[in-house]
């Protein structure tokens, strides 16, 4: 199983933190990797720009692939601003075919549209990751994007941030996720591990999504350009959010409506009924199923948790104002925010969504039974 | 004594150990009762006097002579019209056990015969071929244990229904609501559905036993069942009735019974469930319906506005059509418009290697709600036995090559696909549909299975009974005679349905619980399948296990 947590802070704060309350939470999990995704991100050695600039994450995991990676960065016209330097302890690193961690900031594309933008640097990220997986994997990208950060790696969650001295405060952010495991269930491969990442959507997954496959084939089928990979069966959760929003153009409530529908009875009565009856049908094949806790993130440094429709895992949310966190473990929201009320920690129910807003003044716990607020007349 | 040049034979001639089932008689236990020979539909045992000469020598007295032996027993016809069919209903009847038919397990000659006056053989039922199925032999092995709690088929809530109808991609969807646009019409229903069988192929007392426990099923145990008429129209009394809507009616090429039906449609109360349109099914592919005239009963010609007593040969194709296109676009269009595009329309074709071609026609057709697919061992009411055993596609591998044609396009929730054809053949019948339902049918449809479990059919792929077509069905099943139809009660029949269908609810769980599957009926969800035959496993894109 794998354990989660996630902090959002107004101050930027280091991303050990929150591997500290990983190791809180140490007792459910086998350790077996880290992912880590960064938002607000803020170096100590180079002054980011966010409207500017974006950052590259990944790992090159040779030489040759380092200068293979230059060349096609150069050819597809991006300017090299900043490359962030880890200083690495390679004896704590599981993995020996790790040449280089790559966190490099790059000039944002001129002369084309935000949504030109978008596509193509996701088709670099997508172009990139083709690229190394026709050499043999030995170049890895995870993302692409502005002000976001992400590291994943095989080892235990700890030893992995010793190792690439992530205590040394030269990388901070306002938004940290990170998941403690690599999927052992199936072969290890670095893009199985959680949070996925597409066009500044993140999610991470606790628990096993059993309606894997149909949902997979229906979103590889829909031809959208990012919808592959599918190394575990919790990509698809990330690229739901990711069709919700950003296709359908549907407010973040809506993905729940989606991924786990109310039933007959309870659409009956609900104020928006006749037109979520028909979301689910149409959606039908990205209802999900298995137990999961459902954390994910937006580029707006919006942080939100969903639960499955039996409410088979649990998750807690807890903070105060300014600083709040999710876990998989309530010890896990301890460990990030000590000194909240713990009186206020809440653990939501099959119909929640909890919302950790970008202002972080308060959390919003929003339930299915209420109405949302829809673009369109609906 | 007779000379052996004497003993007359003809090229028919059989004896009763040629015959598919031999009759065993025990004269030390009948009654001589008679209920056997009066039950006997084929009129296959005959009571009948007997005398054995018993040659007697009395040495002494130096006299020869004969003693002759009188006994009463029942015999065996022999010739094709009345050879016994296996049903059973002798021994059923019979107060002592003493009599019943015993298959023949050496090969039998009648096969040869069954073609007497240049008739081929026609007959009911379903086709003749044993053993286990291909969907019989599939496993669900993907099971989630430790990598996770598995779900309590007993206790948890499950979403077992599926989608009738067209469903619309997500983005048109909103698109459409936003603009008020005509959204397609679906049902949420039940997914084992009581496929098509006509009122004239079945008896009153079955269809009206099939419809009270389809209705109390929807209303009582909250299982949305819905049963499919066959060609020839429905009752005025349900058409009129508010049990409409658990109807599927029926249009196929002879066009039966559609008089009345739109002539009812300003009194309908409710919209049926859904229209399914015949081009074609599974036991007799490329043939259209046929009632032979045994069963054309007053009420039945009054149905389907025909005289009484006459075959009712339904064309192969629809008369007013000459290519897929037009048929996809004009009947499935004109019978929208009759229910004003609030009622879905679907077409049911044989399972054959044109299946995808017809599937990709109705996927650019905004009005095509959905398609079924009925392979090689569905089962009918009268056809050739050429037909039924010999001619058609088997229901797997046509549904999964149809369904990832789907996938591959992008559409597989657009178009649901429904499967038939020899589900629940060896009565696995929630095991058969749900692993359909993984390979991609959105439901499956069942004939055979709810004619024995809910009525009792005799029938098997033995040969037993299946004289279906000529109405004489021993369980009154399929008889239009009032003596036969008698014997079976509409409540027991109603009864059946309602415990078949818990059953089967039960079933579903027990086998999504362990896939870790309950918030939506698992279509498409092959990861789970297993099969132990490599060829079969590859064709299927299922996994191979041993
Ligand atoms: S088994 Fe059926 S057909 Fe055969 S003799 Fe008995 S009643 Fe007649
Ligand atoms: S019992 Fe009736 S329905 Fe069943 S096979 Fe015999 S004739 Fe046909």
């Known amino acids: 199983m794998c354990r989660l947590a996630l902090k959002s802070s107004d101050t930027p704060f280091s991303p050990y933190e929150v591997l500290l309350a990983m190791e809180a939470m140490q007792e459910g999990y086998d350790g077996s990797g880290l992912g880590l995704l960064m938002r607000g991100v803020q170096f100590a050695d180079f002054k980011y720009e966010r409207g500017k600039q974006v950052i590259l994450s990944g790992i090159a995991h040779t030489e040759e692939a380092l200068h293979r990676l230059n060349g096609l960065m150069e050819s597809r016209g991006f300017e090299q601003k900043y490359d962030h330097e880890f200083t690495v302890h390679p004896e704590m690193i599981e993995a020996a075919d790790r040449f280089k961690y790559i966190v490099r900031v790059y000039k944002k594309p001129e002369n084309m549209t935000e949504v030109e933008i978008e596509d193509y640097l996701m088709h670099t990220r997508l172009f990139l990751r083709r690229d190394g997986e026709e050499h043999g994997g030995d170049l890895t990208v995870f993302s692409f994007w502005s002000d976001v950060v992400m590291i994943k790696e095989v080892g235990w969650p700890l030893a992995i941030g010793d190792a690439l001295s992530l205590d040394d405060n030269r990388i901070t952010a306002r938004v940290v996720m990170a998941q403690g495991r690599q999927n052992t269930n199936y072969g290890i491969n670095l893009y199985a591990c959680h949070p996925f990442f597409i066009q500044g959507i993140s999610t991470m997954t606790n628990g096993e999504n059993t309606a894997f496959v149909p949902i997979k084939e229906w979103l590889e089928g829909k031809k959208i350009p990012g919808y592959t990979g599918y190394q575990s069966d919790s990509e698809v959760f990330t690229h739901i959010l990711h069709y919700v929003t950003r296709r359908l153009k549907l407010p973040l409530q809506a993905y729940k409506h989606v991924i786990t529908p109310l039933k007959n009875e309870e659409l009956d009565v609900h104020p928006q009924g006749d037109f979520l009856k028909g979301l689910r049908i149409a959606c039908r094949r990205l209802i999900i199923d298995g137990p999961n806790a459902v954390i994910g993130t937006l580029p707006d440094e919006t942080s939100m948790l969903v639960m499955d429709a039996k409410k088979m895992r649990p998750a807690t949310v807890g903070g105060k104002p300014g600083t709040w966190a999710i876990a998989s473990e309530m010890c896990g929201v301890r460990a990030l925010v000590p000194d909240r009320d713990p009186a206020f920690d809440f653990q939501p129910m099959r119909e929640h969504t909890v919302i950790i807003p970008p202002d972080r003044k308060e959390l919003l716990i929003w339930t299915q039974f209420d109405p949302f607020t829809l673009p369109q007349a609906a | 004594m007779d000379s052996v040049r004497s003993v ?504 999504m619980a362990p896939l870790g599957r309950s918030q939506s009926l698992p279509i498409g969800m092959s990861d789970a399948l297993g099969i132990d035959d490599s060829d079969v496993a590859e064709r299927l894109k299922i996994k191979y296990i041993c």
């Not at chain 2, 929807?218 to 060609?231: D, H, K, Y």
């Not at chain 2, 095509?368 to 001619?391: E, F, K, Q, R």
């Not at chain 2, 009864?495 to 089967?504: D, G, K, L, P, S």
């Open chain 2, 8 to 511: 007359y034979t003809t090229p028919s001639s059989l004896t009763y150990s040629d015959l598919p089932w031999i009759i065993q008689h025990r004269e030390d236990r009948c009654t001589l009762c008679g209920r056997c020979t009066s039950v006997c539909p084929v009129n296959a045992i005959y009571l009948t006097y007997r005398r054995q000469r018993v040659p007697k020598l009395d040495v002494l007295k130096k006299k020869r002579g004969n003693e002759y032996r009188h006994f009463v027993g029942i015999r065996q016809h022999t010739s094709i019209a009345k050879k016994c069919i296996g049903c059973g209903m002798c021994s059923s009847v019979c107060p002592n056990e003493a009599i019943g038919p015993v298959p023949n397990t050496n090969e039998h000659r009648t096969v040869f015969h069954q073609n007497q006056k240049g008739e081929a053989w026609k007959r009911g039922g379903r086709r003749n071929k044993t053993g286990a199925t291909i969907l019989d032999r599939i496993a669900f092995d993907r099971i989630s244990m430790l990598t996770d709690p598995a779900l309590d088929a007993g206790r948890h809530e499950f979403n077992l229904n599926t989608i009738l109808g067209r469903v619309l991609p997500p983005e048109e969807y909103l698109r459409r609501k936003a603009a008020g646009e005509w959204i397609p019409p679906t049902r949420e229903i039940f997914p084992f559905i009581i496929g098509s069988m006509s009122f004239g192929a079945l008896s009153p007392n079955m269809w009206l036993g099939l419809l009270q426990g389809v209705a109390y099923c929807n209303e009582v145990l909250g299982i949305p069942v819905v049963m499919a008429t066959g060609e020839g129209g429905c009752p005025p009394w349900v058409l009129k009735s508010p049990f409409l809507k658990y109807i599927i009616l029926q249009i196929a090429s002879g066009y039966f019974g559609w008089d009345e039906i739109i002539r009812a449609i300003p009194e309908m109360q409710c919209d049926p469930a859904a229209i399914e349109i015949k081009y074609g099914q599974g036991a007799k592919p490329g043939d259209g319906g046929l009632l032979m005239w045994f069963k054309v009963s007053k009420l039945i010609a009054r149905l389907r506005g025909v005289p009484e007593g006459v075959d009712l040969p339904s064309p192969p194709v629809h008369q007013t059509l000459y290519s897929i296109e037009e048929s996809v676009m004009k009947m499935i269009q004109t019978l929208s418009m009759a229910y004003s595009f609030r009622v879905p329309v679907y077409p049911k074709i044989s399972g054959s290697t044109s299946a995808k071609s017809v599937l990709n026609n109705l996927v650019r057709n905004p009005y095509a709600g959905g398609m079924l697919i009925d392979g090689i061992d569905g089962g009918t009411g009268a056809a050739y036995n050429v037909s039924m055993d010999a001619t058609g596609h088997p229901i797997a591998s046509n549904l999964r090559e149809c369904y990832l044609d789907l996938v591959a396009q992008g559409r597989q929730n657009e178009i649901p696909l429904f499967a038939a054809g020899g589900i629940g053949k060896n009565g696995n019948v929630t095991q058969n549909g749900m692993a359909l339902i993984m390979l991609g049918a959105s439901g499956v449809h069942m004939g055979k299975y709810i004619m024995q479990a809910c009525a009792g059919c005799l029938g098997n792929e033995k040969g037993r009974c299946n004289v279906c077509n000529v109405g004489i069905c021993p369980k009154g099943i399929t008889s239009q005679n009032p003596k036969l139809f008698r014997r079976l009660d509409p409540d027991d029949v109603a009864q059946r349905v309602a415990e078949t269908f818990m059953a089967i609810r039960t079933e579903m769980k027990k086998i």
